[in-house]
């Protein structure tokens, strides 16, 4: 027998049968209410229990501004965070901290097409970004996460996990040398960036990419083993021949709502620090800079052959 809260399930009237199936129905009725009450109680109490992050859902917004807000977030708040940015507004080249641009860039090409180049806080490789590339950041303290400890290797394991619930029936997805794959193929880079009490974590997945931009980086020559020396376009795949974009995004909000108690919240509500408080060290190189940095490799090389 179901019945709402406050309602009796009709039952046939007869002289002999009315108390004692009205006393039945009205007890089946306290019962389910308090197994409501029961259930709802439990999950305060398992909400309760877990830590709160902050979501903030973006669309296009400059992948400059993106990481100067992730990296104010990381060093002056004390909340954790996710950031999902669908796309960028246009194509630019992101490098890790200690990055080489005339190791990694396609120089003449890029000053030629006015690519901007970007230094960002954290470290890893260098990728292209543009519209068809969706972000996602998570910034943690360093006990928000059981059984995480704050050094990379730990780090990158939980979110290959987390990850494997987003993808959970979609291609064949694993977490191989650092990288997110399907089979053979790398779709995600990641980077990292850890503090004394909290850390960053975040992705650049390649729904869509166009193969021109591709052009503009040269073969790292550090790579994954897996890459097997592989060019650009027999290395990556578009995570759109796997999943719809909205439907990516709705699996990664659904699998950290599994982890922590979401809490959306818009960047306007978002209280940081000044500029003249905080400087970033993520940066755009000017063309000087790109140029000095080309001149100075050439000269090592010379000297040192």
């Known amino acids: 027998m179901f019945c709402r809260p406050g309602e009796l399930k009709q039952l046939p009237f007869t002289a002999t049968n009315f108390s004692s199936v009205e006393n039945s129905a009205i007890r089946q009725c306290h019962l389910q209410e308090a197994k409501r009450g029961r259930m709802a109680v439990m999950s305060k109490l398992r909400k309760a229990g877990t830590p709160l992050m902050k979501l903030i859902r973006l669309k296009g917004l400059p992948i400059l501004q993106q990481l100067h807000l992730e990296e104010r977030l990381l060093r002056t708040s004390s909340d954790n965070w996710c950031l999902i940015n669908d796309g960028t507004n246009a194509p630019a080249i992101v490098m890790g901290l200690s990055g080489k641009v005339s190791e990694l860039v396609e120089v003449k090409s890029v000053l030629q097409?006015?690519?901007?180049?970007?230094?960002?806080?954290?470290?890893?490789?260098?990728?292209?970004?543009?519209?068809?590339?969706?972000?996602?950041?998570?910034?943690?303290?360093?006990?928000?996460?059981?059984?995480?400890?704050?050094?990379?290797?730990?780090?990158?394991s939980w979110s290959g996990l987390l990850y494997s619930e987003v993808f959970e029936g979609v291609g064949d997805f694993?977490?191989?040398?650092?990288?997110?794959?399907?089979?053979?193929?790398?779709?995600?880079?990641?980077?990292?960036?850890?503090?004394?009490?909290?850390?960053?974590?975040?992705?650049?997945?390649?729904?869509?990419?166009?193969?021109?931009?591709?052009?503009?980086?040269?073969?790292?020559?550090?790579?994954?083993?897996?890459?097997?020396?592989?060019?650009?376009?027999?290395?990556?795949?578009?995570?759109?021949?796997?999943?719809?974009?909205?439907?990516?995004?709705?699996?990664?909000?659904?699998?950290?709502?599994?982890?922590?108690?979401?809490k959306p919240t818009s960047l306007e509500a978002i209280d940081l620090p000044s500029a003249s408080e905080f400087v970033p060290t993520t940066g755009l190189l000017t063309e000087q800079e790109i140029r000095e940095s080309c001149i100075t490799t050439l000269e090592n090389i010379r000297l040192t052959s």
Not at 128 to 133: A, E, I, N, P, Q
């Open 113 to 156: 097409d006015q690519i901007p180049i970007i230094r960002r806080f954290t470290g890893g490789g260098t990728v292209v970004v543009d519209h068809g590339t969706i972000f996602v950041t998570l910034i943690c303290n360093k006990d928000a996460v059981p059984d995480v400890q704050p050094f990379p290797r730990s780090i990158m």
């Open 174 to 262: 694993c977490l191989r040398e650092n990288d997110y794959v399907f089979g053979n193929c790398k779709f995600g880079g990641n980077a990292q960036s850890i503090t004394k009490n909290r850390w960053v974590h975040h992705t650049s997945f390649l729904w869509d990419y166009e193969v021109k931009n591709m052009s503009y980086l040269k073969l790292p020559a550090k790579a994954p083993e897996y890459r097997s020396a592989r060019g650009h376009m027999d290395f990556i795949c578009r995570m759109k021949e796997y999943l719809p974009r909205s439907e990516f995004i709705e699996r990664t909000t659904e699998a950290i709502g599994a982890h922590f108690s979401v």
